[in-house]
């Protein structure tokens, strides 16, 4: 199986390393030539966007919809250059209402779509175990069922093209209240004396746990490691789409629209590691900077 990995980011270029390591003839691609550059340097096939090769599965690790769109409709432009027949896995957070569009034009085209959007960062995306979340059709999962379990530990169908960035905006909406709730849980309980470690341990042995508190507190806020590999502007672009999503289907839902505006009010740049949305309850007392705009930056 040929595989053409476009997107070399962290993402991109763990994934496409990981797939040539478990015995997949990959091939990998990006705009910026600095980053074909690195990737070539670590070991991997590289070719211009321009250039792309035939391939069986082609597959996007992209920061927006837009940029999948581009790729996909105009520039190197899959539907005209994809042979019939090959997949198309897009593993970016995209929007649902594009990724359906897209999907429809691929199966006009006469190629497969497949959305895999995925959650374990670049250290999942390097040791493969990765969590993905899979939209379309069971026939198309079969067929490239052993890129899904070189690239992760568990993923999940969740139903027909575009479900899986639904859930997947759930997801990173749920994440990203966690962090503002458990931050200011453990600010309840350290103005009582209760240590955050303390804390923590007490949430993670009952009902209140999540990811955040067993995963992202110990490892990367308390450590002030704050090296996920996942931006704060990433997070608000993810939002901003659930919020959106949420309009879009005539949903009213009061907390969502608080949390979307408690991201972009926060001080942090688009650039810091999104566990520094916790700065500010975690240390009032620090400066606030410009907050970010709600407009969305695709």
């Avoid at 705009?31 to 096939?45: I, P």
Wanted: hydrophobic share 40%.
């Amino acid at each position: 199986m040929k595989i053409v990995v476009i997107g070399l980011g962290q993402m991109g270029g763990n994934m496409a390393l990981t797939l040539r390591k478990a015995g997949f003839a990959v091939v990998g691609t990006d705009v910026m030539a600095a980053t074909r550059s690195k990737m070539a340097s670590r070991g991997l096939d590289i070719v211009n966007p321009d250039a792309l090769p035939a391939a069986d599965v082609y597959l996007l690790s992209l920061p927006t919809s837009v940029h999948v769109s581009e790729v996909i409709e105009s520039s190197p432009g899959l539907l005209r250059q994809a042979p019939k027949g090959s997949v198309i896995v897009d593993t970016s957070t995209s929007d649902p209402v594009v990724s359906r569009d897209l999907a429809k034009q691929a199966r006009q085209a006469g190629l497969e779509w497949l959305d895999a959007p995925v959650s374990g960062g670049p250290a999942g995306a390097a040791t493969g175990t990765l969590g993905m979340l899979l939209g379309g059709a069971i026939s198309t999962i079969e067929r490239v069922t052993p890129v899904l379990e070189a690239l992760s530990a568990r993923y999940t169908h969740v139903g027909e093209a575009g479900s899986g960035h639904v859930v997947k905006l759930a997801n990173n909406y749920l994440c990203a209240a966690h962090l503002l709730t458990t931050a200011e849980a453990i600010a309840l309980a350290s103005r009582a004396g209760v240590a955050p470690e303390a804390c923590l341990a007490g949430l993670n042995s009952g009902s209140g746990r999540s990811a955040v508190s067993e995963v992202n507190f110990p490892k990367w806020i308390l450590s002030d490691a704050f090296d996920s590999g996942f931006t704060t502007g990433l997070m608000r672009k993810d939002l901003r789409l659930a919020r959106d999503a949420a309009a879009d289907l005539g949903l009213s839902l009061d907390l969502l629209t608080r949390v979307v505006e408690r991201w972009h009010t926060d001080a942090s740049p688009d650039s810091a590691d999104f566990n520094h949305v916790t700065d500010q309850i975690r240390h009032p007392s620090q400066p606030r900077s410009t907050p970010s705009t709600l407009e969305d930056k695709e």
